[in-house]
């Protein structure tokens, strides 16, 4: 039961939803540091012709009509209603794409200020932000996670093998995707229409809501593992989830999002990307849809935040594609290196590999995880990703090429079960994947 459970949170929850970014057109002179008010160009529009404004040849680094109409047949397939954004950024400047409405009652077109839940990218905040602990000595990957938890919290252990900070970092704890005590009550339901899983979406947000610190330790303690730590991935926000908790403890902050603030997002310059939003950010929020119904505003319970919890806008997320890229210098520039090592394979595996040129050659592809980021590699190119999702109704994807300093996000407003936007991370037998890869790959 508890498998079938994790498999539709899996699905109603957490994987991808990619922001557009907007940066200056000049990143050497207008980025200048992380405190800078930068202008930013412009939006283009989904009304206006793009032919004016963008230049499209590849190998240019461009947003073409290719890339546009492969995004808008992943959300105009199953009528879903949802909208997104693309944005690129090298360091010859930025450009995005908005399509689609805000919502019903806010029918402008979604553009760079417009925010979205960004889903399971805050697991590599989180993991950016150890990354930043542990270059200031506050924190060490190789510590046992039983020595940042209170006593009375029994931490699994496989056989006299402990659980470390790192295992938390790259999936590789042995923990389940969620707590078996994390909205329990629905773990039988099994919707199958529609409006049955409208309802249980709504549902799972009203039981998520009141989940306590206490209960999320009681679910730890709870947990059983079957195999040494740090042997094999298995996804789990409730491992991202622990770390962000432990990281927390360590400060004396009063949540995980003021001390996200201060050490990331204030340094970053990044002012829409919040837990929880104002009543001027909600003004600006493109809303969820599943099934083409729109969804309730979503915010996780405190202990489960640090594995999934952030809204965002897409000029702020391209600051942090930028920083990580290395075109946006800033103290964190170590610690952003640091979360991109790759430290264990993913053991994702693709049929007959995947294609990453064309219909007539295939090549072999490597994937590995560094600190909270997937790395994909193919003879000698080296794709930095990830993907991130909501029972809210959102999804995205974002990915950076170190080499060629080119980086991607999208972002979609509908579930993904609706509208997959994350087939853009590397999907074997893909229109999209091999439009990006390329695209990436330079």
């Known amino acids: 039961?508890?498998?079938?459970?994790?498999?539709?949170?899996?699905?109603?929850?957490?994987?991808?939803?990619?922001?557009?970014?907007?940066?200056?057109?000049?990143?050497?002179?207008?980025?200048?540091?992380?405190?800078?008010?930068?202008?930013?160009?412009?939006?283009?529009?989904?009304?206006?012709?793009?032919?004016?404004?963008?230049n499209y040849s590849l190998p240019q680094f461009t947003i073409t009509h290719e890339l546009i109409n492969l995004l808008k047949d992943v959300v105009d397939t199953n009528r879903t209603k949802g909208a997104?954004?693309?944005?690129?950024?090298?360091?010859?400047?930025?450009?995005?794409?908005?399509y689609g409405n805000a919502?019903?009652?806010?029918?402008?077109?979604?553009?760079?200020?417009?925010?979205?839940?960004?889903?399971?990218?805050?697991?590599?905040?989180?993991?950016?932000?150890?990354?930043?602990?542990?270059?200031?000595?506050?924190?060490?990957?190789?510590?046992?996670?039983?020595?940042?938890?209170?006593?009375?919290?029994?931490v699994p252990e496989y056989r006299g093998h402990k659980i470390t900070v790192e295992d938390l970092a790259t999936h590789t704890s042995g923990l389940p995707e969620f707590p078996d005590n994390y909205c329990s009550e629905i773990a039988g339901e099994n919707p199958q229409t529609p409006d049955e899983k409208i309802q249980f979406q709504m549902k799972f947000a009203n039981c998520a809501k009141d989940y306590t610190l206490d209960q999320f330790y009681q679910g730890l303690s709870n947990a059983t593992i079957t195999r040494e730590p740090g042997t094999k991935l298995e996804y789990s926000t409730f491992g991202a989830a622990l770390l962000g908790n432990i990281l927390l403890s360590l400060s004396n902050e009063t949540s995980y999002e003021v001390l996200l603030k201060k050490r990331i997002l204030d340094v970053l310059g990044m002012n829409d990307?919040?837990?929880?939003?104002?009543?001027?950010?909600?003004?600006?929020?493109?809303?969820?849809?599943?099934?083409?119904?729109?969804?309730?505003?979503?915010?996780?319970?405190?202990?489960?935040?640090?594995g999934g919890g952030l809204y965002s806008s897409t000029s702020d997320m391209l600051k942090f594609i930028s920083a990580n890229i290395g075109l946006m210098k800033t103290k964190l520039n170590d610690a952003m290196q640091l979360s991109h090592l790759i430290r264990h394979t993913s053991g994702e595996t693709m049929e007959n590999n995947i294609q990453l040129t064309n219909q007539n050659s295939t090549d072999s592809v490597g994937f590995y995880i560094g600190l909270g980021w997937f790395v994909t590699t193919n003879f000698g190119t080296e794709i930095i990703r990830h993907n991130g999702a909501t029972g809210g109704g959102y999804n995205a994807f974002?990915?950076?090429?170190?080499?060629?300093?080119?980086?991607?996000?999208?972002i979609c407003s509908s579930d993904i079960s609706n509208a997959n936007i994350t087939t853009a991370g590397l999907y074997e037998d893909n229109p999209l994947s091999y439009f990006v890869w390329n695209l990436l790959k330079g």
């Open 84 to 98: 997104f954004v693309v944005g690129l950024v090298d360091p010859n400047g930025t450009q995005f794409y908005g």
């Open 398 to 410: 974002m990915a950076f090429n170190p080499d060629t300093e080119r980086g991607i996000i999208i």
């Open 1 to 54: 039961m508890k498998d079938n459970f994790a498999s539709k949170i899996v699905t109603l929850f957490f994987t991808l939803l990619i922001l557009s970014i907007i940066v200056p057109s000049t990143l050497k002179t207008t980025v200048v540091s992380a405190s800078s008010q930068a202008e930013f160009p412009t939006a283009l529009n989904s009304s206006s012709s793009l032919d004016s404004q963008v």
């Open 103 to 154: 919502s019903k009652a806010n029918n402008s077109t979604v553009n760079q200020n417009t925010i979205f839940a960004i889903g399971s990218h805050t697991k590599v905040f989180t993991a950016v932000l150890l990354a930043d602990m542990v270059e200031n000595g506050l924190i060490k990957l190789n510590d046992p996670i039983a020595n940042y938890l209170p006593s009375n919290v029994k």
């Open 273 to 306: 990307t919040r837990i929880f939003l104002s009543n001027e950010q909600k003004s600006r929020l493109a809303v969820g849809h599943l099934y083409g119904q729109e969804l309730e505003l979503f915010n996780y319970s405190n202990p489960i935040v640090p």
